[in-house]
């Protein structure tokens, strides 16, 4: 069945705490009794949640490959919720709604000064054709800490309008994750198809968010950004990223951030992403924020509306702080940039994407700098020396900077 109420909520209003059982159901795959600190699903517990309630804080759950539909909540417990058979690329684990995809979420609500892990999943709350008048979050953060690394969150949407119906639900932002007063780190994980009002796959307030080597695929808003929105205070922090076909109606295409955070998009590739506002959106009225750009490429950048269109949008009256640095844009628009109190960036522009291709260290020349940057990055997921987009940096990117050696270069 469906439960709109969190189950953590439901107890909390009950017993004002969470009291963890220290005695499991027994009977499994695994023995009957299992070893302290290690809790198995479903060899030791019929569910992630049976498991999650046993638990004590600093224990694993070990959860077999499968698919599980639960809305499931940790309050006051440190935990680390993991299929290690699963990754972002290959999931073996699904977490759907309790009821099945296109029931009330969020499937993982994480409270109360809880410090949670989870890896190896993938999270599910919608299909295509999905009504998305519905809270369909996949995680939730109030409070608390999150880890994610190697999870995949595909198809998830929150109070998504429907313009052709005018059907909107309950107000949620973030499909995939919603982060409250909170602090998450994202490590090497995919955002797929992800729709929210603000937001569409991250939204994160008054929180401190760090996201590194993932991919942001087909993500939507409505008004704020298409991929990830943060505000309020707090930091930002974007590494090695990839954001393709992102949009927003009203607002930045795939990121934005404004209030009083320090930000930092570090080797980020923007590519093919459309808005009626800036692809990346960093603004601030303080002058003590910092925000600073290096080393990101903005590729193919459109307007819905097709009009003149930025790229960038960076609006910082802290001049000594914030800093944009050795960035690219090819097939931008008329005006790829725009800096308002900010006192010059670095930036390349090229007419178009063909123009000195595989200069990865973007300044206008093949030279011996741009293999060493392909080693410096060599196994790694960067999406800038990533050349034929595999995921990672080996050989085949390294040919295709020597085959493309002698293109247009020069500018």
């Excluded at 940790?74 to 972002?88: F, M, N, Q, Y």
């Excluded at 000064?113 to 295509?128: E, H, K, L, W, Y």
């Excluded at 003149?308 to 910082?316: G, V």
């Excluded at 990865?360 to 060493?372: E, I, M, P, Q, W």
Aim: hydrophobic content about 35%; some cysteine; charged content about 15%.
């Amino acid at each position: 069945m469906n439960l709109t109420t969190p189950r953590c909520a439901i107890a909390l209003s009950a017993l004002f705490i969470c009291m963890p059982s220290l005695a499991g159901p027994g009977g499994g795959g695994y023995g009957s009794t299992p070893s302290w600190g290690t809790r198995y699903v479903p060899g030791d517990y019929p569910t992630i949640q049976s498991a999650i309630d046993a638990a004590a804080s600093g224990d694993i759950i070990e959860v077999a490959s499968g698919t599980y539909e639960e809305n499931l909540s940790v309050c006051d417990k440190s935990l680390t919720i993991r299929c290690l058979e699963g990754s972002a690329e290959a999931p073996m684990a699904y977490l759907h709604q309790a009821g099945g995809i296109g029931g009330n979420g969020p499937i993982l609500f994480v409270v109360d000064s809880s410090n949670v892990t989870v890896q190896g999943f993938q999270f599910q709350s919608a299909t295509d054709s999905t009504t998305p008048a519905f809270d369909g979050r996949a995680i939730a953060v109030t409070g608390a800490s999150l880890t994610v690394n190697d999870c995949s969150f595909h198809i998830v949407k929150t109070s998504w309008i429907d313009v052709s119906t005018i059907v909107m639900g309950p107000v949620h932002f973030g499909a995939a994750i919603n982060a409250d007063s909170s602090t998450v780190k994202v490590n090497d994980s995919s955002f797929n198809y992800c729709k929210a009002p603000q937001g569409g796959a991250i939204y994160s307030n008054n929180s401190e968010l760090e996201v590194g080597n993932s991919t942001f695929y087909e993500c939507g808003d409505m008004y704020q950004a298409g991929a990830i929105c943060s505000t309020g205070s707090g930091s930002v922090s974007l590494t090695q990223c990839l954001f393709e076909y992102c949009e927003s109606v009203y607002g930045s295409a795939a990121v934005s951030i404004y209030g009083q955070l320090d930000a930092q998009i570090h080797r980020c590739v923007f590519d093919s992403n459309e808005s009626d506002d800036s692809v990346v959106k960093m603004v601030t009225s303080t002058d003590w924020v910092k925000h600073t750009l290096t080393q990101n490429y903005f590729r193919d950048c459109g307007d819905i509306f097709d009009t003149p269109y930025k790229a960038l949008t960076m609006n910082s009256i802290s001049t000594p702080l914030s800093t944009a640095s050795k960035n690219l844009f090819s097939d931008s628009g008329y005006t790829p940039a725009k800096l308002l109190g900010l006192g010059g960036g670095d930036f390349v522009v090229w007419e178009t994407s063909s123009d000195c291709v595989s200069d990865v260290n973007f300044d206008g020349y093949h030279s011996v700098a741009d293999l060493l940057d392909i080693l410096t990055y060599w196994s790694e997921c960067d999406p800038i020396c990533d050349l034929n987009k595999s995921g990672v940096v080996d050989f085949d990117d390294l040919m295709e900077l020597v085959t493309n050696f002698d293109s247009n270069c020069g500018h």
